[in-house]
């Protein structure tokens, strides 16, 4: 289903996301009208490999690439730098791209299959996220083309940190689990 532009909402590492193919700009697009989301905002990227950052132009440093190794796969969203036009509509015009390789056996499997997926929160922006599915289904009904249902999740959105030139900055959040592997330069 997500080969072919559809859309769905399915537990994450984090919280529930509403997914499609990171490689489709038909889904993207969709995913930024059901969520009513500001379209300067950029989505985040679930990945599985180093590969899938190259596939994307993502560029890291191997000083970057080390410090990653040591928080991947796991709740953290990277910002990168990844200038290539054709992901105009994944980068929104900022040239940069967030990608997180999520830990969760069960996603990795999914991820494998369907390759890069956007994964925002199931929400419409402004809204709490979902913990369910009823919750998902009640924002969003028939126009998702399928639901994945894992239970409750009360999860918190993932830790988000711009890593450019050398340094780490934290966006958003950050675990304490996270700020002790995190070193603050790349």
């Given at each position: 289903?997500?080969?072919?532009?559809?859309?769905?909402?399915?537990?994450?590492?984090?919280?529930?996301?509403?997914?499609?193919?990171?490689?489709?700009?038909?889904?993207?697009?969709?995913?930024?009208?059901?969520?009513?989301?500001?379209?300067?905002?950029?989505?985040?990227?679930?990945?599985?490999?180093?590969?899938?950052?190259?596939?994307?132009?993502?560029?890291?440093?191997?000083?970057?690439?080390?410090?990653?190794?040591?928080?991947?796969?796991?709740?953290?969203?990277?910002?990168?730098?990844?200038?290539?036009?054709?992901?105009?509509?994944?980068?929104?015009?900022?040239?940069?791209?967030?990608?997180?390789?999520?830990?969760?056996?069960?996603?990795?499997?999914?991820?494998?299959?369907?390759?890069?997926?956007?994964?925002?929160s199931a929400n419409?922006?402004?809204?709490?996220?979902?913990?369910?599915?009823?919750?998902?289904?009640?924002?969003?009904?028939?126009?998702?083309?399928?639901?994945?249902?894992?239970?409750?999740?009360?999860?918190?959105?993932?830790?988000?940190?711009?890593?450019?030139?050398?340094?780490?900055?934290i966006i958003r959040?950050?675990?304490?689990?996270?700020?002790?592997?995190?070193?603050?330069?790349?």
């Open positions: 289903m997500i080969k072919n532009n559809e859309l769905g909402v399915i537990p994450t590492d984090t919280l529930y996301g509403l997914v499609g193919s990171a490689f489709s700009p038909k889904a993207v697009e969709k995913i930024y009208q059901l969520k009513k989301r500001d379209p300067s905002k950029p989505l985040i990227v679930l990945i599985t490999s180093w590969l899938d950052l190259e596939k994307f132009g993502a560029e890291i440093s191997p000083a970057g690439k080390k410090n990653l190794k040591k928080i991947w796969p796991g709740p953290v969203s990277v910002i990168l730098p990844a200038k290539n036009k054709k992901f105009t509509y994944l980068h929104r015009g900022t040239q940069t791209i967030a990608f997180r390789w999520p830990r969760n056996e069960q996603l990795q499997k999914i991820l494998k299959k369907t390759g890069p997926l956007v994964a925002p419409p922006e402004g809204l709490p996220p979902a913990t369910t599915v009823a919750e998902a289904k009640k924002y969003f009904g028939r126009k998702i083309d399928f639901y994945k249902n894992g239970g409750k999740i009360t999860g918190k959105p993932s830790t988000l940190i711009k890593l450019q030139n050398g340094k780490i900055e959040g950050c675990p304490l689990d996270a700020k002790k592997k995190i070193n603050r330069r790349a």
